[in-house]
Each structure stands twice: as C-alpha cells, then as structure tokens.
C-alpha cells in the first residue's frame, strides 16, 4: 500500500505491505481522508500516536470495506464507510476497529465522509458526553459559545448545538468566515478579528443579558482561559479542546467559584477503544439521522491529492481553511472553494 510516513519532521511518499485485518476489524480501501490539526502536532513531533496505532499521521478516512475479520457481521465487503482512527489515514489503504465505523448516507461524496468522523465525535463527546459521564452537557434551551465556528471542528459544533435546540454563539475571523458560520445556524456570529479578547467578552456577555453562556467550546487553551471562564454563566462548563494559544494559562479561582463552574479537558485520540465504540455508536444513533437528511453537512474547504499533504497542513496553520480540508489518494490535483 502507498502511505506518508514521518520523517525529519516532514512528510514523505513510501510503501509498506498492505494489512490484513484482525479480530474485530475491517481493511479499508482508503477514498478519502481528513486533514486536522493533531496532524501537524504529530509531524512536528508534538503528539504521538498512542501505542500499537500506525506512525503515520491520519485520524479520520472515507472509502470501501475490503475485507472484515474475525467476528465483524455488522458491514461487509463493498461497503461505503468512514472511520474514526487512531493513526494511519494517510494512506492507501487502512485498518480500523469495525466499531469506530459509521455508515457515509448515499448523499454523501467520500471527501465529505471523511470530514465527518473526527468532528462529529469531538463536537458529540465535548458538548453533550460518554454515557454516565458528560462534559458540556449541553441541553435544550442552554447556550453555547463555539470558539473557532469557522474551523473543521467548529462548522460541526455549531451544526449540532443546532440540532440540540440550543442557542448558538460563535466566533469567526473576517465577514466571510463570519456569514458562513452565520449560514450554518449561529444565532450570534463575533468577529475575533474586529474585537480583542475582553471586547468579545462583553460581547459575549451583552448577547445574553448579562448572564453569560452555559457552555464554552474551545479550540484556544491556555491564551484564552482567563476570558473563558469570564465568559460562563452560573454553572456554566468550560470544555476546553485545543491548545492553538499555548497550553498554560491563568485561571481566576475567584471567578470560577463565584460563577459555580467548571473546567474540563479532553482529548479523543488516546481515549480507550471502548469509549470510542461508545462515542460512534453515539453519534450514529443521535446525529446520523440528521446527517442523512442533511440537517447536519460537511463544509470542505479543499480537496487535495495525499502527495499535496504539505499544502493541506499550510492551510490549517495559515488560519486559511474554512471548514475541513481533505486529502484523496493518487488525485492528479485539487480543488478549493468554502461552501
């Protein structure tokens, strides 16, 4: 099979024997697979993979089930699915766990499959929870600041904060990230661009009376801590994704108390594979519905041939990409266009 693999903090083409799956698993015909930006971490030398995953970067793909071993009865071979991963998406063909596999709807091309997997788990895991244990919480009625709106994780939080009838607010940099974020279903659309950290805030604070929201959904980390929990109502819940404003920050004790809140970190790459099939199986049951009627959609901002990896990654560093950014194996060239 062809894959990237790292080298010297770069991507480079090569080869390896295609896999054969194991028990509980399924070989894939890799169609498509997203870019994001644990990604970049991981060529960078930043976030490796967890034990026994491939070292080749790729957390998300779309494509056809080749072949399914020991005790997989769920899906056959010829099926269209997309995966969750833990590693090795860059790639021509893939391993993955048949229960981290969700169905892709006819509606759906392979480049927009593959953008789904990593987000709707993400924004599914951090806004609402894993069974017995939530995080965001987030109910009906309540209200949500996505941070990032228009970002690959971000176009799909403000997707299914819809779809969970909350009230959505989301930031965005520039009117053109900021109407397509509008265009998805934010009720309020603030422009990080146009407004320094403690103006957002009292923006923040002004859209909903004063009170604040009951949910923050940050890509930021630690650059943006101080502001976030500035930005919580009474009980809210921070859930904090990211580290892209650096991973240490400066936490007002007070504040945090004063409003009965709370702060919560959280990764899904090194979660156990059985919270993961929980998560999946989540997602397909709750959000699938709405996928397949198109209430939730994929937003691509690139599609782009595996050997154009490097461009991929400049995208999602540069702030340029609006929505996801997906690579297709042995594509001659690639498109852009944000819709």
């Not at 299914?160 to 265009?183: C, E, F, H, I, S």
């Amino acid at each position: 099979m062809d894959l990237l693999e790292i080298r010297d903090g770069a991507l480079h083409p090569t080869t390896a024997e295609t896999p054969t799956p194991g028990p509980g698993e399924v070989l894939l015909e890799v169609a498509a697979a997203g870019v994001n930006r644990a990604d970049l971490m991981q060529v960078a030398g930043h976030y490796p993979p967890p034990p026994g995953a491939p070292r080749h970067p790729g957390l998300e793909v779309a494509g056809r089930v080749l072949a399914v071993g020991d005790g997989v009865t769920d899906v056959r071979d010829g099926d269209r699915v997309a995966a969750l991963l833990a590693g090795g998406g860059y790639a021509s063909h893939v391993i993955a766990p048949a229960a981290q596999l969700l169905p892709t709807p006819d509606a759906l091309t392979d480049p927009e499959a593959a953008s789904l997997p990593e987000a709707l788990a993400t924004v599914w895991s951090n806004l609402v929870g894993v069974g017995d244990r939530p995080v965001g919480g987030l109910r009906a009625g309540e209200s949500v600041l996505v941070v990032g709106g228009s970002g690959g994780i971000g176009v799909t939080a403000v997707q299914v904060a819809r779809v969970l009838d909350a009230r959505v607010l989301a930031t965005a940099g520039g009117p053109q990230k900021a109407r397509v974020v509008t265009d998805l279903g934010a009720d309020v659309v603030l422009d990080h661009h146009a407004l320094d950290p403690a103006a957002l805030t009292d923006a923040v604070l002004a859209a909903t009376d004063g009170r604040g929201v009951d949910v923050v959904l940050d890509v930021l980390g630690g650059g943006a801590l101080t502001e976030n929990v500035r930005r919580l109502a009474p009980g809210g819940r921070l859930v904090v994704i990211g580290t892209q404003q650096g991973r240490r920050g400066e936490l007002d004790l007070l504040t945090l108390m004063q409003r009965r809140a709370s702060v919560h970190g959280t990764t899904l790459r090194a979660r156990p594979a059985a919270e993961k099939a929980t998560i999946v199986h989540d997602v397909v049951t709750h959000l699938g519905p709405h996928v397949a009627s198109g209430r939730i959609r994929p937003v691509l901002h690139a599609v782009l041939a595996l050997a154009d990896a490097p461009r991929a990654h400049a995208m999602l560093r540069d702030g340029e990409a609006v929505g996801k950014v997906v690579l297709v194996p042995g594509a001659p060239s690639g498109w852009t266009a944000a819709r």
